[in-house]
């Protein structure tokens, strides 16, 4: 009997796997079968997001730190590293122009190490769970770690982000864009921040603005710090973590280009899993990001149900009837989902 | 959303040793600009580097530029290659300056496309879009 294409994905063929991967993406019945065949087989990798405005070198870190990944000291097995690597579509076009390959050189001829491009294409819930699906082809195929590079700009890369176990946003000095990155509220999903470009001048500004707006959006996490751990109980939900256990995301500069801090970073990484391990907090992700796919795939699900259920022509006529002022916003989407007395 | 969707998906790669790519990156955005998803991967690629981010990638299309005069030599690597690692049927289209006498010996080889200096853009996204039908 010929070998199925997932049991090829879980023997670690390349061939099987980069085409599940095209099926999944395409949102395929042969890819979704597939992954429901993969799914008992994942939840052992470690998801780690990279995520910050364009430019500030997401593209070279991730080529470092799986580079450095692959290269441990003597007589460490190195972690097999797959690279999902999110770069928007145009909206005029739909098409896209991925180019984070051109700083992932390094990585060439590791057979160790597999990077995948991706367009966003539609919408943010679709792509959350796009990407969902891509990670767990990945994570059953046996990788290691697993590193998603998005641009941060808005909701759907938080989305993204907290697909991930260990979430680091990586800022630069120059692009002017701390303010912006703290708007969009991705800071608060930072596990780890990074100043890369740390060789420019202003890197020691940004490090220092980073470190000083860390502590105006985390007050409670310094009240632990400064006068202990009865301080913060009340923010601890029930069975979480101690309140002295709690994650402090390090503030970290990185040279890309040159590799350094980056040694350091993957200590960081290390420590916030291990943190995440022996707090609970691992689990809680899991539970929280698995939690989050079901809810976005149920949405598509429901609105594709209702899409296919509602004749264009009905929907049209309810449009009128608001336009025109007849009924309101409201009871116009209480008909629809009616379907009764268009 | 909730639909499959294929997107034609095309590498664009510079192969050989000369040092620009202007040409590569205005086919590049042109075919992005058509709808299609186009992976870029620089300057300097090795048949063995093209071969690599093709199987990542799971592209339909392989898109060369080769300026160097190296092509006969890199192209039935590429090919080989791609053979090899079960991407048969990825189509292959050069670009650059390729001498008429070696245009019917590539398309022996297997290469379904050549565009000279000056191609119309709009005359490869039609090539590309009837090599994917
Ligand atoms: N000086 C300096 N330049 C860097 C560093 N990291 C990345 N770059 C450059 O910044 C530019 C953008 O990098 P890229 O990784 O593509 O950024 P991305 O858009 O965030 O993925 C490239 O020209 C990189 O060479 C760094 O640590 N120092
Ligand atoms: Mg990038």
């Known amino acids: 009997m010929p070998v199925t294409r997932t049991q090829a994905v879980l023997n670690g063929e390349r061939l099987a796997l980069t085409r599940t991967l095209s099926q999944v993406e395409n949102n395929t019945p042969e890819g979704n079968q597939i992954l429901e065949e993969l799914f008992p087989h994942t939840g052992n990798a470690h998801l780690i997001g990279v995520t910050g405005a364009p430019g500030t070198g997401k593209s070279t870190l991730v080529n470092q730190l799986a580079f450095d990944y692959r290269h441990p000291p003597e007589g460490t097995k190195p972690p097999t590293v797959a690279i999902v690597a999110i770069d928007p579509s145009s909206p005029f076009s739909g098409g896209a122009l991925l180019g984070d390959r051109v700083r992932m050189q390094d990585l060439a001829g590791d057979p160790g190490v597999f990077v995948r491009s991706m367009a966003s294409r539609g919408s943010l819930g679709g792509l959350a769970s796009t990407t969902a699906g891509l990670v767990q082809v990945f994570d059953a195929a046996g990788f290691d770690i697993i590193l998603i590079e998005t641009v941060g700009a808005g909701q759907a890369e938080v989305e993204i982000a907290s697909l991930a176990h260990t979430t680091i946003v990586v800022e630069a000095p120059g692009l002017g864009d701390e303010i912006q990155t703290f708007k969009a509220g991705i800071l608060e999903i930072a596990d780890i921040l990074v100043v890369n470009k740390a060789d420019k001048p202003g890197a020691d500004n940004a490090l220092r603005a980073l470190r000083n707006m860390l502590s105006l959006t985390q007050p409670e996490k310094n009240v632990v710090m400064h006068h202990g751990k009865m301080m913060s109980t009340e923010e601890a939900p029930a069975g979480d973590a101690e309140p002295d256990q709690e994650w402090v995301p390090p503030v970290l500069p990185t040279t890309a280009t040159t590799g350094d801090g980056v040694a350091e970073l993957i200590e960081q990484i290390a420590a916030h899993q291990q943190h995440l391990k022996t707090s609970g907090g691992w689990i809680l992700r899991e539970q929280a990001r698995l939690k989050n796919e079901v809810g976005n795939l149920l949405q598509e699900a429901l609105h594709q149900r209702w899409n296919s259920s509602i004749p264009p022509a009905d929907y049209e006529k309810v449009l009128d009837q608001v336009v025109s002022r007849q009924i309101s916003p409201r009871r116009a989407v209480d008909k629809l989902i009616k379907g009764a007395g268009l | ?133």
Do not use: W
């Open chain 2, 1 to 133: 959303m909730g639909n499959s969707q294929t997107k034609i998906r095309v590498l664009i790669a510079k192969a050989g040793l000369d040092g620009h790519d202007r040409g590569a990156k205005v086919v590049a955005r042109a075919l992005r600009d058509a709808g299609m998803e186009v992976i870029y991967t620089g300057l300097r690629q090795t048949p063995e580097m093209i071969t690599e981010a093709a199987l990542q990638e799971d592209v339909q299309v392989v898109g060369l530029s080769i300026l160097s005069g190296a092509h006969m030599t890199l192209v039935p690597k590429v090919i080989k290659m791609l053979q090899k690692q079960g991407l048969t049927d990825v189509k292959l289209f050069l670009g650059g300056i390729i001498p008429d006498e070696d245009k019917s010996e590539l398309t022996k080889l297997g290469v379904d496309g050549i565009f000279g200096p000056g191609t119309s853009t709009q005359l490869i996204i039609e090539d590309i879009r009837k090599a994917c039908q």
